[in-house]
């Protein structure tokens, strides 16, 4: 929602780990660069990643864990000219996220958005 925040007191987590935010909303992956990806479908150099049933349980994150490095040997992979379109999406995601976390509809609706 439109000037949604959390406390400030929430921080980030370290690099390659699994989180949730206050509010039980979808898990986020916290990926290289310093930026918040959402656990949801997204496109990386024509490759579909369905990552919208990995949600932030105790149960479920080794499982997410395990997407999450498959994710990140392809993206490894991807030519250097078309990572600009994931970065760009990665850093919409990221400017969200600065203070806070987003809903999974509002970062689906920002990453699509061009």
Not at 31 to 51: A, C, D, H, P, R
Not at 75 to 80: C, N
Not at 82 to 99: F, G, K, M, N, V
Request: net charge neutral.
């Amino acid at each position: 929602m439109p000037g949604h925040s959390v406390p400030q007191t929430m921080t980030h987590p370290p690099p390659a780990t699994l989180t949730c935010d206050l509010y039980n909303i979808d898990a986020v992956l916290y990926i290289n660069y310093g930026k918040l990806v959402e656990v949801e479908t997204f496109l990386l150099s024509g490759l579909k990643y369905n990552l919208a049933s990995v949600y932030c349980t105790q149960d479920r994150l080794e499982e997410a864990k395990k997407i999450y490095l498959r994710v990140l040997e392809e993206f490894e992979k991807v030519p250097e000219e078309e990572l600009s379109t994931l970065r760009i999406a990665i850093w919409r995601i990221s400017t969200l996220t600065r203070i806070g976390w987003i809903k999974q509809r509002r970062c689906t609706s920002e990453c699509s958005n061009g």
